[in-house]
Each structure stands twice: as C-alpha cells, then as structure tokens.
C-alpha cells in the first residue's frame, strides 16, 4: 500500500531532504520564520511507519511543494482466516 501525501508548500531543498526527517531540524530556522512548529512531527511519523514495517520517503522540488509516501507491505500469516 503506497500513500501520497500532496502539499503545495515552499518546497524543501534537496540538501535538506533527508535532514527533515531528523527531530528539530525545520528548513527555515530563523527566528522570524512564517511557519510554526518544533520540527518533530516527520521524525515521528517516520518512526512510527517504521514500527509497522514500512518507510516514509519524500520528494520536493523548491517553490513547488513535496510529495511525502508511506509505503506499507502487506503481510500474510499462514493459518489466518
């Protein structure tokens, strides 16, 4: 199961692609920033996706938004009903 996740943000730049997944870490962390927030949500939902088996991965390009995917194998166990 792939789920997409569409936004039409800023955008992220690729150096900071993966660093957004890490806690604290915002694109913009000036302190007159327009955006609110600690920074922890995509650490959490990354270890959270993780913890069902699954990845989350994201895609962006600058002044464009981001495409974030959680992607969930299915599992079958022998003698399920």
Do not use: K, Y
């Amino acid at each position: 199961v792939h789920l997409r996740v569409v936004d039409d943000g800023v955008g992220v730049p690729p150096d900071m692609l993966e660093a957004i997944f890490d806690p604290f870490v915002q694109v913009d962390s000036s302190p007159t920033r327009s955006a609110e927030g600690t920074g922890l949500g995509l650490a959490i939902s990354r270890s959270l996706v993780a913890g069902f088996g699954g990845a989350l991965s994201a895609e962006s390009m600058e002044g464009a938004g981001s495409v974030f995917t959680v992607s969930l194998r299915r599992v079958v166990t022998a003698g399920a009903d």
